[in-house]
Every structure is written in C-alpha cells, then in structure tokens.
C-alpha cells in the first residue's frame, strides 16, 4: 500500500537514494533538510514529481507534517563536516532525534534512526556484534558525533519502553556510492576525487586501519526492509558489507581502476580514529533476510563512473550515470 514518507536528511547522500527508492516503490516522499552537508542537485530532478515534496527545515526544531513514517537520516556524516560545528552535530543528533521521536509518537507512525558503527567507537570486539557496548572516547573531537548517536539511540530505545513509540534503530557502517559531493571528505570520495584530478592521494596514518564498505543500493534496501518488518522488530541491527580492506587497499584500488599518476602520500592520523571495523551481519540476515550483493570492485567502477562524468558534466552526471528508475 501507497504511504507517505517523511525522509529528514533527503537531499544527503543516503537520503537522496533513499528517496528515489520511495518514489520508485509508488510511494509519496516528503524530503526535509536544512542543506548543511546535502544539496539541492541531489534532488533537483525529483521537484515537480507529483508525489514528491521537499520543505527547508532544521531537524532541530520542533516540526509538525502528516505522514505514515519517518526516516531520520538529518545528521552530517562526515568526521570533517561534523567536527567542524561540533556543538551543532550534538544538537542535531539528539534534538533531532527527540523531535522525529515526538512527531512518530503523537502520529503513530514508526520511526528509523540511521544510527552508525560509530556507537561502536575504536573497537576492542572484532567484528562488532549488536551486543558490543563500544569503546567511545566521550571527551575526544569525534564523541560530538559519536555520542550524539549513541543519545539519539537511548531515546528511541527510551520512547519505545515509556510510550511505545514504534521505533527502529540500525547502526549504519561506511557507506558509499553515487551523490557523494566532491568535498564530503569521507575516505572513498576523496580518493576517488583525487586520483581522477591528479592530485595526491591522502592516506591518513600508515594505512594499515582497516573499514568494510558498503555500497549504497544495498544499504537502501536494508532501510526499507527495516521499515517493513514488523513492529517487533526495534533493531538495532548492523548494516554494512563484512567485507574488511586496509585503507592502503583501498588506495591502491583506486589508483588500479583509475590509472590516475597521482602518488599516494601520508598525513597524520585523526585523533581516536578506529583502528578497525567490520559488521557482523547475522541479525540483519536472520531477521531482514538482508545481505550486501554488491562487491567493493563492482562499487567503486561505479563510482568512479559518477565521480569522473560529474568532473565534466556537474549536475548532469547523475542522469548519466545513475540507473534511470521509473518514479
Ligand atoms: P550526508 O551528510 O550526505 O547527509 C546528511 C543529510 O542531513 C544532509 O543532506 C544534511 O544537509 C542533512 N542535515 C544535517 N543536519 C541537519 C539538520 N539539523 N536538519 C536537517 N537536515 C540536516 O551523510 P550520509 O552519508 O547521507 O548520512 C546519512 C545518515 O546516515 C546520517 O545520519 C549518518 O549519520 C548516517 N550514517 C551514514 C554512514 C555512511 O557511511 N554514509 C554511516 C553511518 C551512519
Ligand atoms: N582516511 C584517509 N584519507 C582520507 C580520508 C580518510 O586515510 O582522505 C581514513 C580515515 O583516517 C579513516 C578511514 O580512512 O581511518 C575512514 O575514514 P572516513 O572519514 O571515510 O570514515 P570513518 O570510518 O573514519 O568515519
């Protein structure tokens, strides 16, 4: 059945995906945003769409819209953007939580919480299971984000057991694709960016940290199976692809499937910057029938495709090089 979705977040990365997934499935879309990190272009092509609307707002205030769920996907993503106002990414995260929380409560709809591996902080579990509580840093540049995740995660858990509020929490891990914007910063934008304009390609640390990347057609399919499971199922659950590479790896992969002469280089390592991560995806695929199908290799050809058609083309790139989906 037709729904209404409200996606905060929707002009990101994720959420625009996610929004033309909806659009896709019959669904309307109500995309809110404030454009901190997202932009305009990644929705552009969706203005005009019949069931699809888009509305400026700060996720931090209070709102009040009709709609059937809600993804809360409002947040920066990218340890540069979300260092840069850590104050703000605090308040995004937990009074945007607390907001959409109250919105779902007093509507009755469900409500997802795009919660991170970051919960996780720099693992002493390897792979991380759900039921690892974390090694976060509380005091350090990244806990704005960290702990602002792991807040917002209390309160749903919270709104759940005080009000029964029909929430769903999964712990998202590195994730990448398509609509990333060129100055994200985060690890497979910047190298991709960097290897295609010639310039050097930033390694932080010796290189040897490891990440399990996700590409983001499949992330968007655990989403909206998570929505679509039944009320019972509150999450959290991982979602991420267990495949695990070294950074150094992933340069050089990069560099292969470019054939970019730009030289890799090291800079310094970020403060509590983990050391290693990997998702343990069993609950994903127990309970959501869920498993990532998109290989890295077959992940990064695509995206290299949208990186270097959007280096000549701007905002065309994406006609050009996303899959055209009827809406
Ligand atoms: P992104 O930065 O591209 O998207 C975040 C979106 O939220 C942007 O459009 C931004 O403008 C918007 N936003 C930020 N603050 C807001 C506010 N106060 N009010 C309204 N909108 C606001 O990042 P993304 O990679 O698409 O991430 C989307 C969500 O998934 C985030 O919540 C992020 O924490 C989570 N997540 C992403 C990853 C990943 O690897 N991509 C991993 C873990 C978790
Ligand atoms: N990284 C890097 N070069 C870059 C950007 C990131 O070596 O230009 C490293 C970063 O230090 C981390 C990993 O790549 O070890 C993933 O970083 P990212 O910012 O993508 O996400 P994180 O998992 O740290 O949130």
């Known amino acids: ?38 932009t305009f272009d990644n929705i552009a092509e969706l203005v005009g769409h019949p069931r699809f609307e888009s509305m400026t707002h700060d996720v931090a205030t209070p709102v009040d819209v009709k709609v059937d769920a809600i993804f809360n996907l409002a947040c920066p993503a990218s340890p540069v953007h979300y260092g840069s106002d850590p104050i703000r990414t605090t308040r995004t995260s937990v009074l945007g939580a607390l907001n959409l929380l109250e919105l779902a409560t007093r509507l009755d709809v469900p409500v997802l919480q795009a919660s991170t591996s970051e919960v996780y902080g720099d693992p002493h579990v390897h792979p991380q ?45 590195n994730t990448y694709g398509p609509m990333m914007s060129r100055n994200d910063g ?20 010796d290189g040897s940290q490891t990440r ?20 019972a199922v509150v999450g959290p659950i991982n979602l991420g692809n267990p495949g695990e590479f070294t950074i150094r790896e992933l340069a050089e992969k990069v560099v292969a499937m470019t054939g970019t002469t730009s030289r890799i280089i090291r800079r310094p390592l970020p403060v509590d910057d983990p050391r290693q991560r990997r998702p343990v995806i069993a609950r994903a695929t127990e309970i959501l029938g869920w498993v ?26 994406r006609e050009y090089v996303l899959e055209k989906q009827a809406w």
């Open 186 to 205: 985060r690890v497979v934008s910047n190298f991709i960016v960097q290897a295609l304009d010639g310039e050097d390609i930033t390694i932080y640390g």
């Open 1 to 38: 059945m037709a729904k209404r979705y409200l996606v905060a977040g929707g002009a990101g990365f994720i959420g625009a995906h996610l929004c033309r997934r909806l659009l896709a499935q019959g669904h309307e879309v109500l995309c809110l945003d404030n454009y901190l990190t997202g």
């Open 292 to 317: 990532p199908r998109i290989t890295l290799d077959q992940g990064l050809e695509r995206t290299v495709a949208y990186f270097a058609a959007s280096s000549h083309r701007g905002a065309e790139a």
């Open 129 to 173: 299971p759900e039921e690892y509580w974390g090694n976060v840093n509380p005091i350090g540049p990244r806990a704005c984000y960290d702990e602002g995740k792991r807040c917002a995660e209390t309160l749903f858990f919270d709104f759940h057991r005080q009000y029964g509020t029909r929430t769903k929490v999964v712990r998202i891990f």
């Open 212 to 231: 399990s990347f996700c590409y983001v057609d499949d992330l968007v399919d655990g989403l909206v199976r998570m929505m679509a499971a039944p009320a």
